[in-house]
């Protein structure tokens, strides 16, 4: 049981370490980080775009894989040939995206305001989100960057939350093993059994 204990504990300390790593890297190096991962998103789509545009060759008449093909190669090419530009067109569409949510989601709210008392919450979120899309589509660059440092925050958080939880599951295992000693100790190796009594069964015996 002490074994079990100290490799889960061990287990848990590696992973908040790897997280808090990560969480560090991500707010050091948070545009070198935005490129890498641009450039792997570009290079993934390259690498589709080939195996459908191949794939129509294998099997014909099929025009829609070619169209989606094409469609992929250019979009992975842009991305790995341009990533500061690709970047900052990424987050301005994905600010639209948000932008129009949030708008539809404030005047969602105001609609049903008549019969949900709790509409404020939804159309306070609305105003959230249009306020952060129309963010991302003034400054799409230095808002990725915000996003990838707030990401890194949040590992390095769930890390050392993890750290804690992993320090304090420790202690406690080791009072459960202290107790669990003395209960062994206490009963002398004959935990839920009574003694049997040998003079009494030779004598059964003998009758």
């Known amino acids: 049981m002490k ?11 590696l992973d908040a370490s790897v997280y808090i790593v990560l969480g560090v890297i991500s707010i050091i190096f948070s545009a070198t980080l935005i490129n890498f991962l641009t450039l792997i998103l570009g290079i993934g789509a390259i690498v589709i775009g080939v195996i459908r545009i191949v794939y129509t060759f294998i099997s014909p008449n099929n025009q829609p ?6 469609l992929y190669l250019a979009v992975g090419l842009i991305l790995a040939s341009f990533p500061s ?5 990424i987050a301005s ?19 049903f305001k008549s019969i949900d008392k709790n509409w404020w919450i939804n159309f306070a ?9 129309i963010v991302l589509i003034s400054n799409p ?4 960057q915000v996003i990838v440092i707030l990401i890194g ?22 009072n459960i093993d202290s107790t669990f000693e003395q ?25």
């Open 141 to 144: 660059f230095e808002s990725m």
């Open 125 to 133: 979120i609305g105003i959230s989100q249009m306020i952060f899309g």
């Open 153 to 174: 925050a949040y590992l390095i958080y769930f890390g050392v939350s993890a750290l804690l939880d992993a320090f304090i599951f420790h202690r406690k295992a080791k």
């Open 93 to 111: 569409i994905i600010g639209i995206g948000i932008l129009l949510a949030g708008a539809s989601k404030t005047f969602s709210a105001r609609a």
């Open 85 to 89: 530009t690709s970047q900052s067109i």
């Open 3 to 13: 074994f079990l204990f100290q490799k889960a504990t061990w287990l848990t300390i």
């Open 65 to 70: 894989l070619l169209f989606t093909g094409i």
């Open 183 to 207: 209960y062994e100790k206490h009963s002398n190796g004959t935990i839920g059994e009574e003694p049997i009594d040998v003079e009494i069964i030779e004598k059964d015996k003998k009758d």
